[in-house]
Each structure stands twice: as C-alpha cells, then as structure tokens.
C-alpha cells in the first residue's frame, strides 16, 4: 500500500479535529455548540440543585418557626447548625469525591453523587414534624442535610474535570463560568418558587389562618430539587471516560513523550475526544484528542501510587503555591458569600422585607419578595458578564477586581450601616452580588480546573473547594452569634478584611487563560528526566 502524503498524515494526527477547529474559528467564546450545550445541561445542573438547596433554606428556616417554635425564632445554636449542616457535608463529598475521581476515574464514580442527593433529599422532606420535638425535627432535617451536601460537595471536583477535560481550550473559561452559572439560576427559580408555592397556600395561610400548612410549603420547596436531579442521572451514569484522563492515567513515560501530542490537541472540542476515526489510508485507528503516541505507551500506574504521586508534585514550593492561593482564596471568598447569603435575612430587615409585621404568610411572602429582588438584581447578572469576558480579561483579572470592588460595598455597607436608606442598601447590596458573582465566586471555582493537571485535578479542585465550604461552615455557625455580641456593621467589616486578603493570595496564582495544565506538567516532567540523567 503506497504510503500516505505527509499533509495528510498530519491530519490523521489530528484526529480528524480539523473540521471542527475550522467551524469555531470565527464564533465567540460565549456562543456554545451543541455538544458544549449538552455537557451543560449535564455538569450544571449540580451547581443549580447547590444554589437551590443551599439557599432554600433561609426560607424554609423561618417556615420550622412558625411550624415548631409558634413564630419564635429558632435557637442560635441549632438554626447555625441547620444553616451549617450541607456545607458540613459539602467539605466531606470534596474530599471524597475528589480523590475517588482521580484514584478510579471519572466515569466510576460520576453520578453517584447524584443519586446521594436524590436519597437525602427524599429523606430530608420525611422529616416526621408531628412526632419529634421541635429540636428533634429540625435536628432530623440537618442531619439528612450533612448527607446531602455530600453530594453536592462531590459535583464541585467532578463537574469540574468532567467539562475540563472535553473543553476547547480557547473556551473553557467560558464553559465553566457558564456551569457555575447555573447558581444564580438555582437561586433565582428558588425565590421564584417561595413565592409561587406560598400564592398557592394564600387560602389555606391567611384566610382560614391554618398556619400548622406551612409544613407543606417547606416539603414542597425542598422536593422540588428531586425533578432536575432525576433528569441528569441516567446521562451522567452513562457519560464515557475523557482521552485527557485516560492518557494522564499512562507513566511518566508517555506524559513526557506526548508533549507534541498535547500541543496538537489542546483545543479540542466536546464530545470529539471520545471519538476514534479510523485512518485514511491503513484503516486503524488513529489517537484522538490526548492520546499519547504508541510508541510512548506505558502500563498504567497501580491506583495506590495516586496518593504517593500527588504528595510529591505539592511538596515542591511552585505547585504549593498555586494550592495555597486556590485554597485561602475560596475560604476568604466563602466567609464573606455565604455569611452574607445564609442569613440574608438579618440584610432583608434592614431594606424592610424581613417580614417583620403581618400575618405569617404575609411575613413569609414579603422576605420571598425580598430574596427574589436581590438575586434577580446581583446574582444573574454577575455570571453572565463573568461569561462574556472572562477568555478576554483573564481570570486573575476578574477575581483581584471582583474581591477588591465587593470589599468596597461591603465598606459602604458597614460604614453607612444605620444611615443608609432602603433605596440605598438595596444599591449597594446589588452591586456587592453583582461583583462576588462577577469576580471570585465564580473564578474561585474555575482556577482549580484550569490550573491543576488532569492527574491530580478532582483531588486539588476537591481540597481547594472543601477550604471554601470551611469559610462557609464558620460563618453560618458564628454569624447570628457574632451578630448579637459585636453588631452587624462590625460583621461586616471583618468580611471587607477577607476580601482584601482574598485580593492579595490571588497574586499567588498564575493567569490560565489559554494555558494546558497537562502540557506544562508534561514538560516539567521532561526537565526532570534531563536533570536527572545530567544531560
């Protein structure tokens, strides 16, 4: 058989990627194709069941106190420990998850995540409130809610590398911003679906003044997360394996033999790195996306080396580094966020829709105005510019201002506390959202993915986002507490100190844009090899 022309040899090397390479030349970052659009739909709707369930329970705490306390407020303790109890959860489903997803691959363990928070949350809405104590039912309800932020903290590093490693290079910024955008849709249909639910209990609440129903209101909210979490299971069961972490999976051999191949395929696009398509003219299949070449072929490395390896790459000072800024800036972000966000309520009063006046449905329908106002005003919004500028500003860029111009707010917020009028705090409480959302919230999530290999990326992406939820669990605990002892204001100058902290370790980390993680390991590897053997 004649041999092929070199130019056509170069194509088959490519894997046949040139036609989709030729078709994205001229579109925008944010214009996705339809496989972008279904890896989507599959990875995202975690991050919306984590905004929804994690968010929902503002509303439902307050519901328990009509339900259980007769109106009064729940106790400090165990309302921070409900508040607390996903994020508890969260912090061991990223450790977990993260390590399971490197140790035995993504396809082994992506969606069973899923399934933990389909069976808490079926669990969580069983809560028996007519045969516990009031502390009874509301321990009962934190309890299945640490179960269930298990599975909320495993989606972080699993959607993570699952759309990192399909991602086009010169897009993948934008297609994670766009998954962790799905929170402020989370959180929007959240406080959407507060006020729908309590319009259709307006009879029952207000006028027949059965106010005991509100245990249907909080059952319903919480169940309705079960809907897109039984939509995406059976297509994250079914997801195949990426070719990026089959190949990271070969020895150090082939990471340092496949530098060319990495450079070739880094832009590959969703879904055409599971396809193989035979060659031209030998009829074989040719490697697609990073599949090293056959002549690098190595075994795969025992699973119990994982651990062993991901110690030794941290143990130098230049990928420690990286970690440390990935970790304190998702604490330092987490403290303010979710202190803010798990008692938006102690805000709402100052603005005037804490309900503090009315009847209960009344109460409880004017705080859900309330958190529908400030998410559709800061929430949406800060993603959305997030996704149409960060392949052009960077995101070191995004996150130094996002930290910085929140800090200003909450400055404001703090300094102009009791003399700010209702137009007022609204303003600037909407641009605090809009600059935690187009800032660190949602770059905070994405450098773990960008910046890490795809060897120890769901375990690094795991622990950096297990310190945020540690910001978080710290601020739901003491919050209500800090609040009673030393006054909002100061509250909220002690989170103006961590985003300025959070600006200054965001200087530890590099700029990913249009940066291969396995490329620069590949040839870290490879200098290695040459300083070991003295040439």
């Given at each position: ?231 995406t299971l059976y297509q994250r069961l079914t997801l195949p394996e990426s070719k990026r972490f089959k190949a990271s999976q070969k020895g150090a051999e082939a990471e340092t033999d496949s530098i060319d191949e990495l450079k070739k395929k880094a832009d590959a696009d969703p879904g055409v790195q599971e396809s193989v398509r035979p060659a031209a003219a030998s009829g074989t299949p040719t490697p697609t996306a990073l599949s090293p070449a056959p002549s690098a072929a190595a075994p795969a490395q025992p699973k119990r080396e994982h651990w062993a390896e991901f110690l030794h790459y941290f143990s130098e000072w230049r990928h420690f580094r990286v970690l440390l800024g990935t970790c304190a800036c998702w604490f330092l972000l987490d403290v ?200």
């Amino acid at each position: 058989m004649p041999e092929m022309p070199v130019s056509e040899k170069e194509n088959n090397v490519k894997g046949g990627l040139e036609d989709y390479e030729r078709e994205d030349s001229g579109r925008y970052p944010f214009l996705l194709n339809y496989r972008e659009c279904k890896l989507l739909g599959i990875a995202g709707v975690g991050f919306f069941l984590d905004a929804y369930d994690l968010f929902i329970i503002n509303p439902v705490a307050t519901m328990l106190q009509y339900r259980l306390y007769n109106g009064a407020p729940i106790p400090s303790g165990i309302q921070g420990f409900l508040k607390a109890s996903a994020n508890i959860g969260s912090v061991i489903g990223q450790f977990g998850f993260g390590y399971a997803a490197d140790t035995f691959g993504r396809k082994a363990v992506y969606g069973k995540e899923l399934m933990i928070i389909i069976f808490a949350t079926i669990l969580c809405i069983s809560d028996p409130t007519g045969d516990l104590s009031a502390t009874g039912s509301v321990l009962w309800l934190s309890i299945w809610r640490i179960i269930l932020g298990i599975g909320i903290g495993g989606d972080y590093p699993m959607s993570a590398s699952v759309a990192t490693e399909r991602a086009n290079l010169r897009r993948r910024g934008t297609l994670l911003s766009y998954i962790f955008a799905n929170q402020g849709w989370g959180s929007l249909v959240g406080s959407l679906m507060v006020i729908i639910v309590l319009a259709c209990y307006h009879n029952v609440m207000e006028v027949k003044g059965e106010t005991s129903k509100v245990d249907g209101v909080w059952r319903i909210l919480v169940g309705l997360s079960l809907i897109p979490a039984f939509g995406t299971l059976y297509q994250r069961l079914t997801l195949p394996e990426s070719k990026r972490f089959k190949a990271s999976q070969k020895g150090a051999e082939a990471e340092t033999d496949s530098i060319d191949e990495l450079k070739k395929k880094a832009d590959a696009d969703p879904g055409v790195q599971e396809s193989v398509r035979p060659a031209a003219a030998s009829g074989t299949p040719t490697p697609t996306a990073l599949s090293p070449a056959p002549s690098a072929a190595a075994p795969a490395q025992p699973k119990r080396e994982h651990w062993a390896e991901f110690l030794h790459y941290f143990s130098e000072w230049r990928h420690f580094r990286v970690l440390l800024g990935t970790c304190a800036c998702w604490f330092l972000l987490d403290v303010a966020f979710y202190g803010i966000n798990l008692n938006q309520n102690v805000v709402l009063e100052e603005i005037g829709f804490d309900g503090s006046s009315g009847s209960a449905w009344t109460r409880l329908f004017k705080i859900g105005i309330g958190n529908l106002i400030v998410t559709a005003l800061g929430f949406v919004p800060g993603y959305y510019v997030t996704i149409l500028t960060i392949e052009w500003l960077g995101r070191k860029w995004i996150q130094i201002q996002g930290f910085l111009l929140a800090a200003l707010f909450l400055g404001i917020l703090a300094g102009k506390f009791y003399t700010l009028g209702t137009v007022g705090f609204i303003v600037n409480f909407a641009f605090l959202q809009f600059f935690f959302n187009f800032g660190a919230n949602a770059t905070t999530y994405c450098y773990p993915a960008e910046v890490f290999p795809t060897k120890f990326r769901a375990s690094a992406h795991g622990i950096s986002a297990a310190c945020g939820k540690a910001g978080a669990i710290i601020s739901a605990l003491v919050f209500n507490s800090l609040t009673e002892s030393i006054g909002t204001p100061n509250v909220l100058w002690i989170f103006f100190g961590c985003c300025i902290a959070g600006a200054g370790f965001t200087l530890l980390l590099p700029e990913v844009r249009d940066r291969d993680p396995d490329l620069v390991y590949a040839e870290e590897l490879r200098e290695e090899e040459r300083n070991r053997r003295g040439t």
